[in-house]
């Protein structure tokens, strides 16, 4: 039986479902620093997964009221879009840490919306993960079972510092937590041994993906998983902890895909880091029977 392939790094921003209009996808644009990604329709974006293979998507959206007052994807959306196409997403919720009711809206997401996770993006949103004002929301994703996924590392987008996002800052997170589920982005570039040393430590903690700063994907994984990691690190050691993800639309998703399959892995890993990986972070113990 074919093993699902989950994307679980894509973006809802410039998706035209439920509508988009032009002030907004302006915004979106600023935000994001991808000033010239124009709408993007869900056929188009169904289509270029069918074309690389990808079943299912991890869809995130971005809080960021106390910043500007606006939403890069809101948990509306994504609730319409996980509604309308079940098959196709898991939607995840975001709510700025900043803004007084971040609470309200987080119990709102997972209760009333049935949102699966939580994204945060420490640069952007402007808090230290380990600062103990956030233990309130790790404590409401713990008590609702979801996980979260943090921006960490260096950010393109404009307007972010990557002190808040150093992949140490979320040790005493899952030191303090370890029922919380916590993925760190773009494997923490350009902090790859810092990350390692947290997918050591942690068995709560997963990596994606989702990074390509230089070259090209096939070059840049090679660089980041084969030389500044020992050629055997992903299979031997963190094989049940990296995810596949892409950064779409940023990056585009059959290239880094392609990217991941000409690894010189093993079949039982491929099959781990593309679909079952992704599955153990969001379901955890409730996984059996979703692949």
């Known amino acids: 039986m074919k093993k699902q392939i989950i994307d679980a790094h894509v973006h809802a921003a410039f998706l035209d479902e439920p509508g988009l209009d032009d002030g907004q996808l ?11 990604t124009d709408r993007i329709s869900i ?5 270029q997964c069918d074309y690389a293979g990808i079943d299912k998507m991890i869809l995130l959206p971005l809080d960021l009221a106390s910043i500007n ?25 975001s709510i700025d840490p900043g803004s007084p009711d971040a609470l309200e809206r987080l119990e709102h997401a997972f209760c009333h919306l049935k949102l699966m996770g939580l994204k945060l993006h420490p640069s952007k949103q402007r808090f230290y993960p380990d600062d103990p004002q956030m233990d309130a929301i790790y404590r409401t994703c713990i008590k609702f079972g979801k996980p979260v996924i943090f921006h960490s590392g260096m950010s393109l987008e404009p307007g972010t510092l ?16 370890p029922e919380l589920r916590i993925c760190l982005a773009h494997f923490g ?16 903690i997963f990596a994606d993906t989702a990074l390509l700063y230089f070259d090209n994907p096939k070059a840049f994984y090679h660089q980041v998983f084969q030389t500044d990691m020992g050629p055997d690190w992903l299979e031997r050691t963190f094989r049940h902890q990296v995810i596949f993800g892409s950064d779409e639309p940023r990056l585009e998703q059959i ?34 029977g979703r692949i």
């Not at 302006?26 to 010239?36: H, S």
């Not at 056929?43 to 289509?47: G, K, T």
């Not at 002190?163 to 979320?170: D, E, I």
């Not at 880094?256 to 969001?282: C, H, S, T």
């Open 189 to 204: 570039w350009p902090w790859i041994g810092d990350t390692c040393m947290l997918l050591l430590k942690y068995a709560n």
């Open 162 to 177: 990557a002190k808040y996002a150093h992949p140490l800052r979320f040790e005493e997170v899952a030191f303090r937590f």
């Open 26 to 36: 302006k915004a979106n644009q600023e935000a994001m620093g991808l000033f010239k």
């Open 69 to 93: 007052g606006a939403c890069v994807g809101s948990n509306e959306q994504v609730k319409f879009l996980v509604d309308r196409y079940p098959d196709r997403f898991i939607g995840f919720a």
């Open 255 to 288: 290239r880094m895909l392609q990217a991941i399959r000409e690894m010189p892995l093993q079949e039982d890993f491929f099959d781990m880091i593309l679909g079952q990986n992704a599955l153990r972070f969001v379901y955890g113990d409730d996984v059996h």
């Open 43 to 47: 056929r188009q974006l169904f289509n």
